[in-house]
């Protein structure tokens, strides 16, 4: 076993500038949820072109939020894809509701609208596209279908940033869009996460209960123009953005545009590198779409290999490559098993195409030169695992 690994599967783009404005956050003497955050929110809002935004711990406190302003109750249902982070669904179950699992185009790997539009019933109140890697779900079949059925409809844009549907930027599309700031996303505050929304209402409703269901600007009540009173309008939850992270959010969204020009360089030279390859499958991006990035998942194709997905990671791993795996689809988890009685067969799309993916290293600091380790150690292990024809052929009949 290699002992280090030469290229991890994520390295953060976070240097000297973000830790000076850190330290000017600190050095101000205001360290929680303060004029930085709003700043923030303001420029994030611009940056994607939407009129609100609400800055929150984590995307998984923003979705909650998100869930809650649009009027999610027990027993409701909510349709969210398998192939997600647990995140996209246990915040369904937060508010006593039911997350409905729906199965995944085979080649975007995004949630199948037709799918979901089969798993509607009368107690289904909203849908949760997840923009799988970072790229935009089929959004106008999927407000066609929340239209006709009358149904929320709040983007997971955890891995979306920035990225577009038919020219229109995700977090200008739907109702509500909720962005992740965690470590390894396209833009990092360590932990965070934005909400972003054009409805008045549900903005201030979200910006009221990140903050205990204090009344309007809580966060004010230590400042010269604060007062010491205040009133509790709701049993809210403590999901505000400090402004240390603001700090580092706004230096990041000043890069923005330059680390996605990055991402987008690595996955075309590996879209060159591995399109050829017939053991291998390179990500489909669709041409009205363009995708942040943030992950770049290969399939192979396990009746040409003589290796199967995990052998291949852990070879890569000897290899020195880190590698990952989005996602084990929820259905296959033992929690929504036990409590929703899903079985393997029953989203089988998924269930296929997760025995297919790994995610390879794709970070905007990776050098050409790493670049093209990772392209050289996947062509040597594929081309060295290679099932002859004939032996294919043979292990069919
Ligand atoms: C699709 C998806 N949704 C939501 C989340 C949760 O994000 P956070 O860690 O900011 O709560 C993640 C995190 O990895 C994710 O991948």
Known sequence: MNPRLVIPFHKI??????????A???????????????????????????????????????????????????????IVPTTTFTATAEVVTYLGAVPVLADI????????????????????????????????????????????HHLHVIEDAAHALPASYRGTRVGAISETTVF??????????????????????HAN?????????????????????GSWYYEVLEAGYKYNMTDVQAAMGLVQLEKADRMSAARRGIALKYDQAFAQI??????????DRESSWHLYPLRIRPECLRITRDELIVALKEAGVGTSVHFIPLHLHPYYARNFGYRPGD??????????????PIFPTMSDSEIQYVIEKVQEIVSSSTRSRVLAEATTD
């Not at 783009?13 to 850190?22: K, N, T």
């Not at 409703?205 to 400042?223: E, P, S």
């Open 205 to 225: 409703r979200m910006r009221l209960m990140r903050l205990h269901g204090i009344g309007r600007d809580a966060w004010k009540r230590y400042t010269a123009e």
């Open 347 to 360: 989203l089988p799309r998924a269930a296929m195409e997760y025995n297919r993916y790994l995610s390879l």
């Open 180 to 201: 992740s700031f965690y470590a390894t996303k396209t833009l990092t505050t360590g932990e965070g996460g934005m909400v972003v929304t054009n409805n008045e209402a």
């Open 278 to 287: 017939e053991q291998l499958e390179i990500p489909t991006v669709m041409n």
């Open 13 to 22: 783009d976070v240097g000297e500038e973000e830790a000076l404005a850190v």
């Open 24 to 78: 000017d956050a600190v050095r101000s003497g205001w360290l929680t949820m303060g004029p930085k955050t709003i700043e923030f929110e303001q420029k994030f809002a611009n940056y994607v072109g939407a009129r609100h935004a609400v800055a929150v711990s984590s995307c998984t406190a923003g979705l909650h939020l998100a869930l809650e302003a649009v009027g999610i109750q027990p027993g409701d249902e909510v």
């Open 105 to 148: 185009n085979a080649a975007t790997l995004n949630l199948d609208p037709e799918d979901a539009r089969r798993r509607i019933t009368t107690r289904t109140k909203a849908i949760m596209p997840v923009h799988y890697g970072g790229q935009p779900c089929d959004m106008e079949e999927i407000h066609a279908i929340a239209q006709r």
